[in-house]
């Protein structure tokens, strides 16, 4: 609990950040007209990060993050939204799909995979591309089956295969987008740096 508020905050600012461009931007990109969900959830992003790097720490952070913009930046649009404002069955959708990724670790842990190392366990690496390529399909996977599962349990949508795809998918295209734009922002940030420090 030592370092909670630094975790909060900087999970809930890129989460938010995140959720506000994924509305503006991306949010109909594959968007079904029967049922909410988009080919490039942008938030994904935040939620493999941040608890990579936090771990549960990050989830009550997004949670903060969707109350806040659905209550107060939604603005009646329910074109995405089950009931269109943060009731009990955002919150739980919320909590599930926030959990995603934690579960997604706990379920690597479990197969002998761990950041940590211990006897016997393989060791997983935040900055290998390929194991945070794994975590990104793993808990994607788990928030389209799971989620979805508990969506159509609260609601009365009658959610096929498609839509389970559609998260799936979205889930895992949004965190690319999101990776490549940090990975050319960065690597251009390098290439300045270093030419500011060779012109001294």
């Known amino acids: ?15 938010f ?18 049922y909410p969900g988009s080919l490039v959830y942008l938030p994904h992003a935040a939620r493999v990060i941040c608890t990579c790097i936090f771990g549960w720490y990050a989830i009550p952070a ?3 993050a969707d109350f806040i913009g659905i209550t107060f930046f939604v ?13 009990y069955e ?28 211990e006897h016997g366990s393989l060791l997983l690496k935040k900055s290998n591309y390929r194991h945070i390529f794994l975590i990104t399909v793993l808990s994607a996977f788990i928030n389209g089956l799971v989620g979805n599962f508990i ?14 795809l559609r998260f799936t998918v979205g889930d895992i295209l949004g965190t690319l987008v999101v990776l490549l734009v940090c ?4 690597s251009a940030y390098k290439d300045i740096y270093s030419k500011t420090n060779k012109d001294y």
């Open 90 to 117: 955002e919150l739980i959708n919320s909590i599930v799909a926030n959990s995603s990724v934690f579960l997604s670790l706990v379920l690597l842990k479990l197969s002998g995979l761990s950041f940590n190392y």
């Open 183 to 186: 990975t050319i922002m960065l």
């Open 151 to 164: 969506r159509q349990g609260l609601s009365d949508y009658d959610i096929h295969m498609f839509t389970v």
């Open 62 to 64: 997004m949670v903060a």
């Open 1 to 15: 609990m030592k370092y909670f508020l630094q975790s909060f905050a900087f999970t809930f600012l890129m989460y």
């Open 75 to 87: 603005h009646g649009n329910t074109d995405f939204l089950l009931t269109g404002n943060f009731s």
């Open 17 to 34: 950040g995140l959720w506000i461009m994924w509305v503006h931007f991306a949010i109909d990109i594959g968007l079904d007209t029967e």
